[in-house]
Structures are given as structure tokens and as C-alpha cells.
């Protein structure tokens, strides 16, 4: 098949999406001649793996090609989350025809349907011949890198040198330019988000002209009015060093045509200069610099060469070349009419300003003729040879509410109003006058997402810009999106500002309402900001006025959100401290629900380099009567996990490991108290030698290896010579008697014998004495009996009727043996 129609065969015999245990399987097939890419954004997680036959390799990326039917599988359910997919192709052109076209085609890619999706066409010329791509059919429009285009299709233009890429501009569909050669090689590719199909197109590729510039854009300039911009190549980054870029453009009969540079930046240069050349047929070249008033073209089309100069790359002081380049036409000689009616626009004015007085413009209001326009009703306009450059065109609306009862319970939609088309030049900004009651709070959040604030090192980069000042001009910030700012309130009348960031219109914004403004109770501080930070991404807040200092005695508060397990770090920087002729300006943070603060300091104080917080909290600044200097400070916050988690954790751990041991520790109390409850029947034994013990309390009596209770103070004499008498009835020398008397009970004048260890230490050892042994357990007197001897008595506890164990008989005692 000779024709590069840009397809991918998908076979869908065994065509599988279902995710089956996490993994998604597809069988692809590219097309011939192209070259299927599938990469992950991520250096570890889901992987891609081909299957062929029996082989099956993964990795990160996978390059399919060939024709050949593989079968792919991601082992994950959504690798459309982490990967994407890069179709291409090659086209080469000789000095006389090219292999082929750029033919977009989505037949049989619903696979890869849920994927991002690249279409990239790499195109070789021969030299010294260039490639052409021929967009005339439909047209593209460049746009801002940072931008998107409302289809969501957007295009890429790259020339390939030996220095390195370089990054031509994005386009998107419809738009004044019709086709661009490329020196040497490049591409052109097709983004196409996920979820989207391919809208079918052709652009045709030829053989160019020879051309001594990285590439070459032709812009056919529209009949009327209009203006439209273009970049510089690597915008916003720097035109390459030593190089030079060519536009061409076509410009109807009877037309004018001026050319403005703004946002332009100029680099080092070592050698040449940078300049710009304008080329027309029937007239000379003519060289201007970047800063001289470019001239109006008003004989047909012309070429415009950017040339760089060669760069001091070195010096950090030569941020390169850039600008931003505006085109306007008009038709000359005849008037234009355009018929305006803002009756139901609900209070906006519209302004006209003439901007250059040497200007041969002329306006007209109903025939009157007008050096500047104001519109609040219906009203007929005239321009006559005027340029969109001639004019500027902005908006104004109050809105107001007398008694906070009154106010609208709805927010009041800021947005910009939709004007007709004739008008010269579009909206370049629009203003909204908002004025609460008198103890009334103005409310202002963004539809487009949360603020930030255009600072050093958090400059804003999107197409529009938000300028919030008092009702009497002071100015409180420049806001854009996306940022960390959810809520901004006010206690003043106030303006809020949108326009265009670095003088583009407002006619290409993709939503109409900007803000949306509440009406609110009167708050404590003149101003609060409602922060709600992200991980890894700092954020800097800025006092009011900054660079200027905050106003006299006002005060500021900014409630920053932690996320939990979260700390923020905060610096302040920039601080800008005067000196007080009356109050102290103050530095406070406090947490929230929390009485005693984290961190203050007044202007005579030093500042903490850094200070950590941990949860949710305010950040409170007040000013003094600045005898001179300003106050203004740039605070920084950086969210980090919090160091104390770890220490969480650990004494979380402690705590129930405390807990597990109190418990276990009563419940072994408790089984030793019923074991004790078990015992309390209490035992007396006598012990003939004179002393009776009691189990329970006071314990079993030690033995005689671990105590002395063998050496008496006092023996009697019968006790010490007993061994003899026995031996003397043996062989009939005594007779038989007793060695102890009878035991006729326990009496109070009766005590024990007792061992020499309860005695006073003091005591001699041979003092014979009878000492006292610690006394027995009271009892009550219907409990004492006399004991006999040789019986075991058991005390009776009257709450309790169990019987005693039988202990047996009582074994013999050694005695004095």
C-alpha cells in the first residue's frame, strides 16, 4: 500500500479490555511504516509486556513495529494513568518530491482510546531545498505553551539542528498561518488527550524553497480588522544563539499593517546584534532594533527576519531573546460602523481610549467625532483608518448593596461581557467596582481554581491576571491560577482587574466567569487570606501592597490548612522592618484552637530564620505609625511530614503496651485475692517447744538452718539434763517421770519461750531472761478455749462452715535432743 495514511491495525479477533487480576491485555498491530512507542512517566510501578509466541519481556516502555501482531500486557488496571503512547512516521523529500502526506486517521485505535495519545511526522529535507507542510485548508493559530487549544487537539512545530532541538511553536486548529518550511529535518506532531478521537485531517508535504533560516512561517493576514500574535521560537525560553527566524506575511489589497514587539527581553551579546528586517517587493531591506517604533506597511506583503546575536551563555545577567509579536490590519480610506447596546449588561460602561495622538485614526460616537469613547447605552460607533494598536478598549461595572439584609444571598458573577464583533479592537481589561455595606466584608473566590500571588520566584505564566486594590487605588496584589489561595476576604470597597498577561485581550478566554463575589458580615482584620498549602510545592504570601509596605495601623491574616501527619515550615523573607512612631508592628502565629501563640516578634525583635507548625493555623501581621521605613514581609511555606509522627507512633506503641501490662496486672491480682480468700480459714498448730504460728499474715516460721530460734536466752535445768535421766531409769538409778508438766492451756500469764531473735538487740546473750514474743491475732474471747496437748485446733470463721482439713497426727519434736 503506497499511500502513508497514518493508522495503527489493530486485529480485534481476540480484541481484550476486561482487567483481569489488575492486568489489561491488547493485541496490536502497527501499521506498516510506523512505529508505536508505549512509555511510562514513572521509574518504578506498572510495567508493559509484550508477548511473542512464547517469550514475554517487560519494562518501562515497549517500541512496537513492523506490521507484527504482539500482545501487549500492562500489570496494572489503569496504565492509561502512567503511560503513554507515541505513533510515527518518517518522511523524506528529495530535491523534487516527498514520500508522502500527513493523513490523520483513527481507524481501529479504540484500544488505545483511554491513552494520551502523540502523532509525531518526522520529516528530512535534502538540502539546500527545505520541507513544507501546507496548512491551508484549515489554518492554525499559535498559542502560549502553558495555553490549551478548545478542542483539545493541539499541534507542535520542531526544527532539528546540531546544536539541539528547537521548539518552533504549539498551533492550534483555524488561524491565519497556512504553512511553515523547516530547514533541514523536524517534525510536526498531534496531541490528542485521553479519551478523544482523532479528528480526521490532511496536510499536504512538498519540496520548499531554499531558505538560510531555521524555519520559515507564512500568515495570511484576514480582510478587516484584525490583530493576532505569534512567539519567537522556544518561547518563553531563548531563541537559539547566533540564528535566524523568518515570518511572511500576506496582506489583502487595501489593507494596512503595523507590528508590535512587547514582553521582549534582549540577551549579551558578544557578537552582532539582535535585530529585525523587514523585506517588501519594490522597496530596500530596512534594519531596526528590538526597542525602535516599528514603521506600518502599506504597500502589500513583506517579509520579517528575527536575528540573534551570538550569546554570552555564560553570564546569568543574559537571559536570552524572547518577545511576543502583535500583528494588526485594517482596511484604509473607508469607515467602519459598528452598532453597540450594553442596555442589558446590567450597569457596564465600555471606554474607548485613543492611545497614539499622531494617529490619523478618527473615531465617531452617533457622528460626533471623539478623541475617547465612553458607551452606556445604545450607541453607534465609527472608525475610519484606525488600527486595533490605535486603541484600547476596557470595560467597567459597579456593584454595591447598602444593607447586608439586602444583599444577594447568590454570589455576583464576575464576568466578562460578550461584545460584538465590529468593535476595533477586543477587551483588553475589565474592572469591577464591588461596595459591601458599611460593616459589610467583600467574599471573592475563583471558579478557575485557587489564587497565587505574582511574586519573585512565583511569577504568573497563564493568559490572565487579577489585580485586587482598595476603592482608592492602592493596590492589594496581582493574582492568576492555579495557586493555594481558596479565599480572599476584605473589609474596604474594593476593585478587582482582569486582563490579559502581557497585553494579550481577553477575547480567547475558554470560561466566562472569572470570580465569584459574596457580600459578607464585617470580619476582624482588614484582610484574610484562606491558604490551603500542597505537599512539596511552596507557597509565598506576600503582605498587601507588596513591594510597597502595608498601610498605616492595618493588619492581615492569612488561615493556612496543615493536612494531617503534615508540618509547615515557614520563612520569612524580604522583611522590611521600620521604625514605630506609635504601636509596634507585630509577627504572630498562633494555632487553631489554641490560646498561647507559637511565634511572635515585634519590629524591634529579630526574626526566627525559620519556625515549624504543627496543624492548622493563622498567620497574623498588624503595622504601627511608621515614622519611616515600610513593613512588608514574603512569607514562605513549605509543607514536610511531620518529624513527630515517628514519636506517634512509638508512644502510641508504649501506651498500649502500658495499657496490655495494667491490665494483665490486675487480672493477676485478682486470681491471687481468691487464692488468699481460699486460705483465709486459718490454722493454729501447737508447738510444744512453746511457740504456736499461725498460717496467713504472719507467715510460716523459718527453719532452724535459717534461724536462731534454737538458742534460747533461758533454759531450764530439767531441759538441759532429761538425756541423762532417761539413761538413769534405764538402768534403774531414777525413776520414771515427766520431763514437761502437763499443758493445761494457753493463759495471758503465760508466755512461750521464745528464741533469742526476738529480743533487743542490745541484750547480752547470756542475760537469763524471758523475753516477749510478738503477740497472737485478737480473737474473740468466745474463741479462746484451753488446748490440749497433742491437738491440732483450727480457728472457725463464723461467716463460713466448712469443715478443717484433717492434718494428721502431729508429728514428735526433736526437743532439746
Known amino acids: 500500500m503506497s499511500s502513508t495514511r497514518f493508522t495503527l491495525r489493530f486485529f480485534l479477533l481476540t480484541f481484550i479490555t476486561a482487567t483481569v487480576s489488575g492486568v489489561l491485555k491488547l493485541p496490536i498491530t502497527p501499521d ?57 512516521r518518517n518522511i523524506e523529500c528529495t530535491t523534487k518530491l516527498c514520500t508522502g502526506h500527513i493523513i490523520q486517521a483513527d481507524t481501529g485505535s479504540l484500544p488505545l482510546l483511554d491513552f494520551n495519545r502523540k502523532f509525531s511526522w518526522n520529516l528530512k529535507a535534502s538540502a539546500p531545498k527545505a520541507v513544507k507542510i501546507d496548512f491551508s485548508n484549515t489554518g492554525l493559530r499559535q498559542i ?60 499536504d508535504v512538498s519540496v520548499g524553497e531554499e531558505i538560510k533560516s531555521l524555519t520559515k512561517i507564512t500568515v495570511m493576514i484576514p480582510k478587516g480588522t484584525s490583530s493576532l500574535e505569534l512567539l519567537s521560537p522556544n518561547y518563553p525560553d531563548s531563541f537559539p544563539d547566533d540564528d535566524v527566524m523568518q515570518w511572511y506575511f500576506q496582506v489583502p489589497e487595501k489593507h494596512r499593517t503595523a507590528l508590535q514587539f512587547f514582553n521582549v527581553t534582549t540577551p549579551r551579546c558578544l557578537k552582532k546584534e539582535t535585530a529585525v528586517e523587514y523585506h517588501s517587493k519594490g522597496r530596500g531591506a530596512m534594519v531596526l532594533s528590538l526597542s525602535d517604533t516599528q514603521p506600518e506597511q502599506n504597500q502589500g506583503d513583506f517579509t520579517l527576519t528575527l536575528r540573534n546575536c551570538e550569546m554570552d551563555i555564560r553570564s546569568a545577567a543574559s537571559p536570552g531573546l524572547l518577545l511576543n509579536l ?55 460607533l465609527t472608525f475610519q483608518d484606525c488600527l486595533p494598536e490605535d486603541v484600547q478598549v476596557t470595560a467597567t461595572k459597579t456593584i454595591e448593596c447598602s444593607a447586608l439584609k439586602d444583599c444577594l444571598k447568590t454570589p455576583a458573577r464576575l464576568s466578562v461581557p460578550v461584545l460584538p464583533p465590529c468593535l476595533l479592537a477586543p477587551l483588553s481589561s475589565v474592572t469591577w467596582t464591588l461596595r459591601p455595606p458599611q460593616h459589610g466584608t467583600v467574599e471573592l473566590t475563583s471558579p478557575f481554581g485557587p489564587l497565587k500571588q505574582s511574586l519573585p520566584g512565583q511569577q504568573c505564566n497563564n493568559s490572565i491576571i487579577f489585580t485586587l486594590s482598595e476603592d482608592h487605588g492602592t493596590t492589594i496584589g496581582h493574582f492568576c491560577t492555579p495557586g493555594a489561595i481558596q479565599k480572599v476576604q476584605i473589609h474596604t470597597n474594593m476593585t478587582v482587574t482582569v486582563s490579559g498577561m502581557g497585553g494579550k485581550s481577553l477575547r ?16 476582624s482584620e482588614r484582610y484574610i487570606f484562606t491558604v490551603s498549602p500542597k505537599r512539596d510545592t511552596p507557597v509565598l504570601l506576600a503582605t498587601p501592597g507588596w513591594p510597597v509596605g502595608m498601610k498605616s495601623y492595618s493588619t492581615v491574616s492569612w488561615i493556612v490548612s496543615v493536612p494531617p501527619r503534615m508540618e509547615a515550615h515557614l520563612m520569612f523573607a524580604n522583611l522590611s522592618r521600620p521604625k514605630c512612631s506609635n504601636r509596634h508592628t507585630n509577627i504572630r502565629v498562633q494555632r487553631v484552637g489554641r490560646l498561647e501563640e507559637e ?98 499474715p504472719n507467715g510460716f516460721p523459718k527453719t532452724r538452718e535459717d534461724n536462731e530460734s534454737h538458742v534460747y536466752a533461758s533454759i531450764e535445768d530439767t531441759l538441759v539434763y532429761t538425756h541423762l535421766l532417761r539413761k538413769g531409769a534405764e538402768i534403774g ?85
Open 32 to 88: 506498516r511504516g510506523t512505529t508505536l512507542r508505549i512509555s511510562s512517566s514513572q521509574v518504578k510501578g506498572c510495567k508493559v509486556c509484550t508477548w511473542a509466541g512464547r517469550l514475554r519481556q517487560c519494562g518501562l516502555s515497549v517500541v512496537l513495529k513492523d506490521n507484527t501482531p504482539v500482545s501487549v500486557e500492562f500489570d496494572c488496571s489503569r496504565p492509561q494513568d502512567v503511560f503513554s503512547v507515541e505513533i510515527a
Open 144 to 203: 502560549n505553551p502553558s495555553d490549551r487549544c478548545p478542542d483539545g487537539h493541539s499541534y507542535n512545530l520542531q526544527a532539528f539542528q546540531t546544536s539541539g532541538n528547537v521548539a518552533v511553536g504549539k498551533y492550534c486548529r483555524t488561524g491565519p498561518v497556512v504553512s511553515a518550511q523547516i530547514l533541514n529535518q523536524g517534525s510536526f506532531s498531534l496531541d490528542v488527550p485521553a479519551g478523544q478521537k482523532l479528528q480526521n485531517g490532511q496536510f
Open 326 to 380: 502583535r500583528v494588526s490590519s485594517s482596511r484604509t480610506g473607508l469607515p467602519v460602523s459598528c452598532k453597540v447596546d450594553l442596555s442589558r449588561m446590567g450597569g457596564l460602561s465600555l471606554h474607548i481610549e485613543k492611545l497614539r495622538p499622531a494617529s490619523v485614526c478618527q473615531m465617531r460616537v452617533n457622528s460626533v467625532l471623539k478623541e475617547n469613547i465612553t458607551v452606556t447605552s445604545k450607541s453607534e
Open 508 to 523: 480567547t478566554l475558554s470560561k466566562p466567569v472569572l470570580m465569584e463575589a459574596f457580600f459578607k458580615e464585617r470580619i
Open 599 to 696: 511565634y511572635s516578634r515585634r519590629e524591634d525583635e529579630q526574626a526566627d530564620s525559620e519556625i515549624t507548625v504543627n496543624g492548622n493555623f493563622y498567620l497574623n501581621m498588624s503595622n504601627c505609625m511608621p515614622e519611616r521605613g515600610d513593613f512588608s514581609v514574603i512569607t514562605k511555606i513549605t509543607l514536610h511530614k511531620s518529624k513527630n509522627l515517628l514519636l506517634t507512633i512509638i508512644l502510641s506503641v508504649v501506651a498500649v503496651l502500658l495499657v496490655i501490662f495494667v491490665i494483665v496486672l490486675v487480672v493477676v491480682c485478682v486470681v491471687i485475692r481468691k487464692k488468699k480468700k481460699k486460705l483465709d480459714h486459718e490454722i493454729s498448730i501447737y508447738n510444744p517447744n512453746g511457740t504456736s504460728f499461725l498460717p496467713g
Open 733 to 817: 538409778v531414777y525413776g520414771e517421770f515427766d520431763t514437761h508438766p502437763p499443758f493445761s492451756g494457753q493463759t495471758d500469764s503465760q508466755k512461750p519461750l521464745v528464741s533469742k531473735i526476738a529480743a533487743d538487740d542490745d541484750m547480752p546473750v547470756g542475760d537469763y531472761e524471758k523475753f516477749q514474743a510478738p503477740p497472737l491475732p485478737i480473737r474473740p474471747p468466745s474463741h479462746v478455749k484451753a488446748m490440749q496437748e497433742n491437738v491440732i485446733y483450727q480457728t472457725e470463721d463464723p461467716s463460713e462452715e466448712e469443715n478443717s482439713p484433717n492434718l494428721g497426727p502431729r508429728l514428735e519434736p526433736e526437743g532439746g535432743n
